[in-house]
């Protein structure tokens, strides 16, 4: 097992001080044994409920009581004459507030028996869901993550869990095929293996199946508990491109690369190999579909769609955003497979009018990320005015393409008109719908659809049924964004005209 021969290289470059960072403590404990007992050494065991505790085979030992007070119990190690593998469970709360009135004394223990290290070659290893040695002893240290289930790992535990529930309940087996089954392995990565075995146990125990229907849920509870909430936020509804009007170009281009995004296996020797899809930019009129369309990426692909708000990523202290930045775009390598949608990227990257240039230093930090990433997160950039964004980032090589979604045409809008009145039990046969198209000329999906809701509630108030007449004289009393901002949207359909794909 790899894990076990990295930690074994550590204990045998003679570290004094080991960090590991897991939620799988009993796994790094098991581990340690394992590595310790094959190299002779003693190991211990200490937390604030149980205190120091020998873990390795032979004659126990007892402590005192005392020994769970932390800066007691580093002072009954630097007395033991002994050599031994110390685990300290849960330690980084004695550096924080209220203790840290004794962490300069915790500190400098610790830091004696680094230095001592070559008389009593005692091995302290630190053992949290996360812990950060302060500057003066992370030099004496050695950082160790325990590894990630792979592909093969991951079906193994879907298999058990599969068993489980069959010896359970009389020999039934779980319902389900191969394309879910890979589908939830790809969505299950970057997790521990308790929290995968976790899960997947809990698609199985309500119904004795896996489908679909319980991707959207592991999704939610992966990013859940990978504590994501804040700059980034997990989308739960995502749209399928049926509940999208028009967009052709769009939807076709998608379709083609769907394939070489997800799968994890290379092309057959008689094929060319594919790059992976990158990103796109969408780019187009205020309500014309552009965020309708991100969210419909990640259904159309089956993948968790998380959002970045670009409003909660800025921060008033130097370096603040930035690392804001590297923490959310670290999240979603994580979360990968998964589709990163920067909404109105605009108000993020735009070029900096003061001086601090935190939009130059947010825009290096995502440009080094797009350079260097090797996890599957596809990008979709939503943009009002592109013309404000740097060229850097739009450059082809950057992002795959440039979609312009202009409002839509006349079958597009007999699309959204049929979408928009099924959606609420509305048989759209019952409809004019060449009369509603023609009167809607010029209108955005956003502005069709609050045409249809407002003359459901005009129908609703009179008890009525609703008929052609409600949905058209609440176009004739609208004022589209193509009429009321005629100036502009003619300017960025020229713009976009010979320099953009159009999404139709």
């Not at 009993?26 to 937390?47: C, F, G, P, Q």
């Not at 399928?240 to 009007?245: A, M, N, S």
């Not at 790059?275 to 780019?283: C, S, V």
């Not at 009002?384 to 992002?399: A, C, F, Q, S």
Request: charged share 25%; net charge negative; hydrophobic share 40%.
């Amino acid at each position: 097992m790899q894990d076990v021969r990295d930690l074994g290289l550590i204990l045998d470059s003679r570290v004094p001080l080991v960090v590991i960072e897991t939620f799988e403590e009993k796994r790094a404990l098991d581990m340690l044994m394992r590595v310790a007992t094959k190299r002779h050494k003693n190991i211990y065991r200490w937390s604030c409920t149980d205190g120091l505790s020998r873990q390795s085979f032979g004659p126990s030992i007892a402590f005192s009581s005392e020994h769970d007070d932390p800066q007691a119990v580093l002072e009954h190690i630097k007395e033991m004459s002994e050599p031994g593998v110390f685990v300290l469970c849960d330690f980084h709360p004695y550096f924080e507030a209220p203790h840290s009135e004794n962490a300069p004394r915790i500190v400098r223990l610790i830091k004696d028996m680094a230095l001592n290290y070559h008389s009593v070659p005692h091995t302290l290893i630190f053992l949290s869901h996360k812990f950060t040695l302060r500057p003066e002893l992370s030099r004496y240290s050695a950082l160790f993550r325990l590894s990630l289930p792979s592909d093969e790992q991951i079906m193994s535990i879907v298999r058990e869990e599969a068993k489980s529930w069959s010896n359970q309940h009389g020999g039934s087996r779980v319902k389900t095929d191969n394309i879910i089954l890979k589908k939830m392995v790809a969505n299950l990565q970057g997790l521990p293996a308790g929290d995968v075995r976790r899960l997947v146990r809990g698609a199985i125990i309500d119904d004795g199946a896996i489908t679909d229907d319980d991707l959207p849920d592991i999704n939610k509870a992966k990013f859940e508990l990978m504590d994501m909430e804040g700059v980034m936020s997990f989308e739960f509804n995502t749209e399928e491109f049926g509940h999208v009007g028009g967009l052709n170009n769009l939807k076709r281009w998608l379709q083609q690369r769907r394939d070489s995004f997800i799968s994890t296996h290379s092309s057959a020797a008689n094929k060319p190999a594919l790059d992976r899809p990158k990103g796109i930019m969408l780019l187009g009129v205020q309500g014309a579909g552009k965020s309708l369309a991100a969210k419909a990426v990640a259904g159309l692909w089956g993948l968790p769609l998380l959002r970045l708000d670009f409003g909660a990523l800025y921060n008033k202290f130097f370096g603040e955003t930035e690392r804001n930045l590297r923490e959310a775009l670290a999240l979603a390598d994580t979360m990968s497979p998964c589709v990163l949608w920067l909404d109105e990227i605009e108000k993020g990257m735009g070029q900096d009018s003061g001086e601090s240039g935190t939009s130059k230093r947010v825009l290096g930090t995502l440009l080094t990320w797009m350079a260097e990433r090797k996890s599957k997160v596809f990008m979709v950039c939503t943009s009002n005015d592109i013309t404000g964004l740097p060229p850097e980032l739009v450059r082809k090589g950057r992002l795959d393409e440039i979609f312009f979604v202009d409002l839509p045409d006349a079958e597009a809008r007999r699309e959204i008109f049929n979408i928009h009145l099924n959606k609420r039990s509305i048989s759209a046969l019952d409809f004019d719908l060449i009369d509603l198209v023609h009167a809607s000329d010029g209108f955005s999906g956003a502005e069709i659809e609050q045409a249809i809701v407002a003359a459901i509630y005009t129908a609703a108030a009179t008890q009525d049924m609703l008929v052609d007449a409600h949905i058209l004289n609440e176009i004739n009393h609208t004022s589209p964004l193509s009429v009321v901002m005629a100036e502009k949207v003619a300017e960025l359909r020229h713009w976009a005209a010979e320099r953009t794909v159009l999404a139709n």
